[in-house]
Nanobody, 114 residues
Framework: QVQLVESGGGLVQPGGSLRLSCAASGSISTISFMGWYRQAPGEQRTLVAGLTSDGTTNYANSMKGRFTISRDNAKNTVYLQMNSLKPEDTAVYYC????????WGQGTQVTVSS
């Protein structure tokens, strides 16, 4: 079992920045992939950024150059640094972990609005 606790969402103006955090606990040695997804109202949940256990990252095209995913192994935490935020980035952001099974965080709301 892996437990995930997310934090860092909120309201930010266009052009602003936020950093999301997702702390993992439990059977973390089995984790092979950590990532962030997002879901806007009426839309499907889609991948924002992912990070494999060997350090390989991948990003959705619209996030490249603006978002950065990273991991602090000592804290078992994955981060999503979001810069140059746009209103269309407004969504609920979910942490995702693939270990023996797949796990989702509870979601954190990000709202980009003036």
């Amino acid at each position: 079992q892996v437990q995930l606790v997310e934090s860092g969402g909120g309201l930010v103006q266009p052009g602003g920045s936020l950093r999301l955090s997702c702390a993992a606990s439990g059977s973390i040695s089995t984790i092979s992939f950590m990532g962030w997804y997002r879901q806007a109202p009426g839309e499907q949940r889609t991948l924002v950024a992912g990070l494999t256990s060997d350090g390989t990252t991948n990003y959705a095209n619209s996030m490249k150059g603006r978002f950065t995913i990273s991991r602090d192994n000592a804290k078992n935490t994955v981060y999503l640094q979001m810069n140059s935020l746009k209103p269309e980035d407004t969504a609920v952001y979910y942490c995702y972990v693939r270990a023996t099974f797949s796990y989702w965080g509870q979601g954190t709301q990000v709202t980009v609005s003036s």
